[in-house]
């Protein structure tokens, strides 16, 4: 049986059928999402509570707890860690790799709502679970500037422009405002006032809620018409809060200025954000999973002069980071590797062949089988990324092989005389159980990659599908295109006909050939000497494998850095916000900076920052390079340690944290644990390889009972 027949004698249907295949595969192309590494991240839900006022002991009594009793009952959950501040409670948890999202997110809330009756009756709200990805940060941050609005009004026009807006963009899947909050009018009581009249804050707060209601206010009827009676009960400005009643005392009438000042404000005075050194309102825009960044993040930055416009005059808008430079750069340089390993491989095979007619017909087999292989990337959700980019430059080498074999072998006939059809139909005949059991056995060097799982399968699958694919297509392609190219374009050509390039590398190949033979012909000779050499370098091998260092993945320079201040627990916002500022100046005066933002507020005593690199060929350093040269700096600001890390695109575990390294203590006994964990702290502190060591634990604070 020929395989290759049907195609060699139909080379107008072989044709269109190649064709087929690459414009598949440049339509595909086009769809491909674009990423640094392949989506592996493991299935993440994060559930949070507020309970005000609740000190963190009785939020993880209370709150944790119950819930977390429920979530081991869900299938599937690999890790589950809570943390529980004053008033908060957030519980993480992290599903199998095969895990689907969504079926675990009903889980989840089914085990709320059965944990419901453990939970504190006086539970503001019932607790909330979001999905989340903690290794994907930011793809777009941008900062709302102002010298002449504050900062409440540049948040509302963020909150309730920016952030509809963006929302709206195909391929953004959340979009958070940081740095402030939204405008509110503060009522600040006097005490003293209010035990001299007996009112008390309850009922203050009544009256201001009572009052502030919009209520329909009904209809006055005629005989021939109807008016609707409107009045606007929302109170704006201050000012209009002073003259409400409050209570009645001594037939006259209480009002809220007698008691209290108002004043307009925000919401939450202990928030803080800063971009460059400046007072900011920060946009910080996260893409939805499998979205293509960079045609994302192109969208956005088209979109952004129209957003600008829709703010007032007196707001400026910036992007103060970006996440795509890194991605765009990388991929540049994997494709121009891949470019470049295409052209070197049909170079070679021109060099070998000397012949251009000879070279062109296998080199159609490295393109087809490469832009083909896109339309099957495409069909398995696979993205554009380093790992796959990479397994097509290395497939470059392998899917020129079996063309190169089937050409040889019809090239040999062609040179017998035979016609080339005949040539053609033969010398693929002979030679396809050769290419089938070639290609085969390439492709079985990777089912262990298929098979394997967790975090390392999920992985290298899509690098070792990819690879395959091009192989398996290659195969194809040998046993159909080329053969039927070889019958339509090969000629041969008498030894006389050759040229001078062609008579001298064969005068090159043969002493080539010569000195290989002579090699061979002394190795022969001492089998012991060859012996010993060969364990010798098993050996060697082995050595140096001890010696190499080694780690789960390589520590890569994206290019950002991700920076978290924890200060004393009892520290005012006033004293954070110094510290963030000066923190800020010391970071943006490094030369390797380009940009950074930060932000504070939720809790008072830390403070986080995103900083954005200047391109490798400038800074000079790497990502881990500048942070220890920005870290004796930044101990000389006293009350702030400063934590910064090389932000990763492969995360492992669900815990934000402010290392990349986490270890975990446990204890039934809460004393215990927290007699033990600043010792261990301690210990760590004492090794030289790590630096940066530090604790979640937040109990240092000072505490005052009221019985």
């Not at 789960?552 to 009892?570: E, H, K, M, S, Y």
């Not at 990763?648 to 934000?656: E, M, T, Y």
């Not at 290392?659 to 809460?670: F, I, R």
Request: charged content about 15%; aromatic content about 6%.
């Amino acid at each position: 049986m020929n395989l290759s027949a049907p195609f060699v004698r139909r080379p107008v249907a072989t044709t269109l059928l190649t064709i087929g295949a690459t414009l598949v595969g440049i339509v595909a192309f086009q769809f491909l999402p674009v990423a640094s590494l392949p989506q592996v991240e493991f299935p993440t839900i994060n559930v949070s509570a507020s309970l005000p006022g609740a000190s963190p002991e009785t939020m993880a009594s209370s709150v944790a707890a119950p819930l977390e009793r429920q979530f081991t009952r869900i299938a599937g959950v690999t890790e589950m860690t809570s943390s529980s501040t004053i008033g908060g409670t957030n519980v993480t948890l992290q599903f199998e790799l095969n895990r689907d999202i969504d079926g675990a997110a009903r889980d989840v809330q089914a085990a709320i709502n059965a944990a419901r009756a453990d939970l504190p009756p006086n539970l503001p709200t019932s607790p909330r679970y979001g999905k989340v990805n903690p290794a994907d940060g930011p793809i777009l941050i941008l900062a709302l500037t102002s010298d002449l609005v504050s900062r409440g009004q540049m948040y509302d026009a963020a909150s309730s422009i920016l952030q509809q807006k963006l929302s709206q963009v195909e391929g953004v899947g959340q979009v958070v405002v940081g740095g402030g909050s939204l405008p509110a009018i503060r009522v600040d009581l006097n005490p003293t006032a209010l035990n001299k009249y007996g009112i008390g804050l309850g009922d203050v707060r009544q009256v201001l809620t009572s009052t502030n209601v919009n209520r329909p206010k009904g209809q006055l009827t005629g005989d021939d018409r109807t008016w609707e009676i409107r009045t606007n009960d929302q109170l704006q400005q201050a000012e209009e809060y002073l003259p409400l009643i409050v209570a009645y005392r001594n037939g006259r009438a209480v009002q809220l200025s007698d008691v209290a000042s108002v004043e307009t404000s925000v919401e939450d005075l202990r928030t803080m954000g800063v971009a460059n050194g400046t007072p900011a309102v920060l946009v910080i825009i996260y893409r939805q999973a499998g979205a293509n960044i960079i045609e994302t993040v192109d969208r956005l930055r088209a979109r952004l002069p129209q957003l600008e416009a829709s703010l007032p005059g007196s707001m400026s808008l910036s992007i103060v980071m970006d996440r795509t430079p890194v991605i765009r750069a990388s991929l540049h340089d994997v494709e121009r590797t891949l470019a470049i390993s295409v052209g070197l491989v049909i170079l070679v095979v021109f060099v070998f062949l000397r012949n251009l007619r000879a070279t062109l017909i296998p080199a159609v087999a490295v393109p087809v089988s490469l832009i083909s292989t896109f339309g099957v990337m495409y069909l398995f959700g696979y993205s554009l990324d380093n790992l796959s980019l990479m397994a097509l430059t290395i497939a470059t080498g392998f899917v020129v092989d079996d063309a190169i074999v089937v050409l040889e072998n019809i090239t040999r006939y062609r040179e017998q005389g035979l016609s080339p059809m005949d040539a053609a139909l033969r010398g693929a005949k002979e030679i396809a159980f050769t290419v089938v059991s070639m290609t085969l056995s390439l492709v079985a060097v990777f089912i262990p990659i298929f098979l394997m799982g967790g975090m390392l399968g999920r992985l290298f699958r899509e690098f070792a599908v990819t690879l395959s694919t091009a192989i398996l297509v290659s195969l194809v392609v040998s046993l159909t295109t080329i053969p039927m190219l070889c019958a339509r374009v090969l000629k041969s050509e008498p030894a006389e006909a050759h040229g001078w390039w062609y008579c001298t590398s064969e005068r090159g190949f043969g002493l080539l050939a010569g000195g290989y033979a002579t090699s061979l012909r002394w190795v022969l000779r001492h089998p012991r000497t060859m012996l010993v050499v060969t364990l010798g370098t098993m050996a060697l091998t082995v050595y140096l494998y001890i010696l190499v260092p080694k780690g789960f993945f390589p520590q890569q320079d994206t290019g950002r850095l991700f920076g978290n201040i924890q200060a004393a627990q009892d520290i005012s916002f006033q004293a954070m916000r110094q510290k963030l500022t000066d923190v800020v100046e010391i970071i943006k005066n490094d030369p390797a900076v380009a940009t950074i933002t930060g932000f504070t507020g939720g809790t008072t005593n830390t403070g986080r920052m995103f900083i954005a690199l200047k391109p490798l060929e400038e800074r000079g350093i790497s990502s881990d390079e500048v942070i220890a040269r920005l870290r004796p700096k930044l101990a000389k600001v006293p009350g702030a340690p400063t934590y910064l890390q090389a932000i990763q695109d492969l995360r492992i575990g669900g815990r934000a944290s402010s290392a990349q390294y986490q270890y975990t203590l446990q204890s039934v006994d809460l004393a215990e644990l927290n007699t033990w964990a600043p010792k261990v702290e301690a210990k760590l502190l004492t090794i030289p390889e790590i630096v940066d060591v530090n604790s979640d634990q937040q109990d240092r604070g000072q505490q005052s009972l009221v019985v």
